[in-house]
């Protein structure tokens, strides 16, 4: 993988805390905790930040991928 570039990490915000995010290994990591004390973790998949808040993530990957669109055209 390779690295995100700080002109990214200068412009990224975590969601859930509005602070800065921190490249940790394959994770960005919110530099403020959130409401439970710990740092928020997001993923980074194929170089791309996952910024979907932790249970939405969640939500999301196990949702089918015929509920992510909208109605079927016809």
């Not at 808040?53 to 992510?68: C, M, N, Q, Y």
């Amino acid at each position: 993988m390779s690295p995100l570039s700080p002109d990214l990490l200068a412009v990224l915000r975590c969601p859930v805390t509005g602070s800065t995010l921190v490249h940790e290994g394959e994770f960005l990591v919110s530099s403020v905790t959130d409401s439970t004390g710990s740092p928020v973790r997001y993923s980074i998949d194929e170089g791309i930040p996952v910024l979907l808040r932790p249970e939405l993530l969640v939500a999301a990957t196990e949702a089918g991928s015929d509920e992510h669109d909208g109605p079927a055209a016809n």
